[in-house]
């Protein structure tokens, strides 16, 4: 009976993005003839032809199918789901003028045999062809239709299933703590429609009656009795730490009962990556518990973010340089530019540029000696009235863009540490090891946040690893603006 109600689920979904995409290769045709002077199809072949419609629709289904789009997950998130609609949208326009260009593109251009007649420009830009007008309207409207009408649908589910309707009933296995927190979890978040119909003990018997409200049926030994005598729709494998070796079995168990299982780690959220990835090497499942956010195209898109801002930044900023270096060089004797050893991704050493903001003599990295490290500290009299003006404004870090060109750091991150502060901080602070998964950075969400110069390294440490858990292109054009709006000049920076 679920199959059932699933499979009508997915045909009212499909149904709904067919008409969406109809609807969007129809806007994007209107629009078309109305900024190119063009006649509207008279005849039912030549508007099917025009609109896209007989190749966009099969194509972008299929490209939702394919991006699991029509698999039943209430627990998707409506941020999650229209980001992926989004992708679709963009990859099945892709997909439609490759199609177009396999069958020719005089299938788009003229209409009803008139030549085009196109505009200067249409919002400003200038727009020769039509045909690639139209396309790229449609790409803006599939995944803008597709993911509104989509939206709507689940917002109307959630609330249905929130007043007990399309419910669906599970059975928790486990008893302990994290079998609490699994049907907590479920209960509060009632617009899934996840119900927990009952507890099976992870004990071989169990002489409890209930759980968190919910009756407890048997112990492990009944498992097979249980949900035969009361089949629910799926199961959830909640077993504590120590119960680990028993997870084996028990799903060979369930492979003989028609539900769905889902298992719950006993690992704390906090331990976990954001986005798990899961991948086979022979048949051998393999979680990735730690790697660099920027593995693959997102951190090919924030490289070239990062030269592209450097290379701007240091022709705006090249008149203030030459200004800050004639001024290091008339506070006293010593090097324009400062370099010292830090620390980037996976551990590199590099050497860094500062502008000097110190006595030649005393050591510019601003820690006091290296028995007793510590930071520079608020009117440290090392520093020379040039220089302590340099770090309130955080000028004295611009030729650290030199940095960003060469690869050693970028734009946002971390801020680097020195190598022997981090062999302190790596045994002292849990998790201090994480900064490495990404390049250091000239700004930072600690720093736009007032964690910089002598603050409390737990709180900056915190804010560090949020970065890294939640990295984004969004959000590194985030922290740019945030730094160029409030993280030059800050009381904490010395």
């Known amino acids: 009976m679920l199959k059932q109600r699933h499979q009508v689920f997915v045909t009212l979904f499909a149904g709904a993005d067919a008409l969406a995409i109809t609807g969007a290769c129809v806007g994007a045709l209107a629009m078309r003839t109305h900024w190119f002077g063009e006649p509207w199809p008279t005849d039912p072949a030549g508007w099917l032809r025009a609109s896209l419609a007989t190749i966009a629709v099969p194509v972008a289904l299929l490209t939702l199918a394919a991006c699991r789009l029509y698999r039943p997950r209430r627990d998707r998130s409506l941020i999650g789901e229209q980001w992926m609609v989004l992708r679709a949208g963009l990859l099945s326009v892709a997909t439609v003028v490759v199609a177009l260009w396999a069958i020719g593109s005089d299938r788009l251009l003229p209409i009803n045999g008139h030549a085009a007649v196109p505009l200067p420009s249409v919002f400003g830009l200038p727009v020769t062809d039509p045909a690639r007008f139209q396309l790229g309207i449609l790409a803006v409207l599939i995944p803008g239709f597709v993911g509104a009408h989509r939206l709507v649908l689940r917002c109307v589910l959630r609330e249905l299933r929130r007043r007990g309707k399309n419910m669906r009933h599970v059975a928790i296995v486990g008893t302990g703590r994290l079998a609490q927190i699994t049907a907590r979890t479920l209960t509060r978040n009632s617009w899934t ?40 729709d799926a199961v959830y494998v909640a077993l504590p730490g120590s119960a680990a070796s028993g997870v084996a079995p028990l799903l060979r168990r369930l492979e003989r009962h028609a539900v769905d299982v889902r298992i719950v780690p006993d690992v704390h959220p906090r331990f976990l990556p954001q986005n798990m990835a899961v991948s086979e090497l022979e048949g051998m499942p393999i979680l990735s518990y730690r790697e ?19 290379a701007l930044a240091l022709i705006v900023f090249a008149p203030v340089m030459l200004v800050i270096a004639a001024l290091v060089r008339l ?26 903001t110190m006595r030649h003599a005393e050591d510019e990295s601003g820690l006091l000696s290296d028995a007793e490290p510590g930071w520079t500290t608020r009117d440290d009299p090392r520093v020379t009235r040039i220089g302590r003006w340099l770090r309130r404004a955080s000028l004295d870090e611009l030729p650290q863009l030199f940095n960003v060109l060469r690869g050693d750091m970028a734009l946002v991150g971390p801020r680097p540490e020195r190598p022997e502060l981090i062999d302190r901080f790596r045994d002292d602070w849990r998790g ?16 736009v946040n007032g964690y910089r110069g002598d603050t409390s390294l737990r709180k900056r440490l915190q804010y560090d690893l949020f970065y890294i858990r939640n990295w984004s ?15 030059f000049i800050h009381r904490n920076a010395m």
């Open 473 to 487: 292109i969004a959000f590194d054009l985030r922290i740019l603006a945030l730094t160029v709006t409030r993280g």
């Open 292 to 310: 660099s956010p920027l593995a693959g195209f997102g951190g090919v898109l924030k490289r070239a973010m990062d030269i592209a801002g450097a």
């Open 193 to 232: 429609g996840i119900r927990v119909a009952y507890f099976i003990s992870h004990h071989p018997t169990t002489q409890r009656a209930t759980c968190m409200g919910s009756p407890v049926r048997a112990g492990l030994d009944q498992l097979d009795r249980t949900l035969d005598r009361h089949p629910v």
């Open 331 to 356: 506070s006293g004797p010593g090097p324009i530019i400062f370099r010292q050893t830090r620390v980037s991704l996976g551990g590199e050493a590099f050497q860094i540029y500062k502008f000097r």
């Open 432 to 447: 201090y090891m994480l900064r490495q998964h990404v390049k250091a950075g000239i700004t930072g969400w600690a720093q």
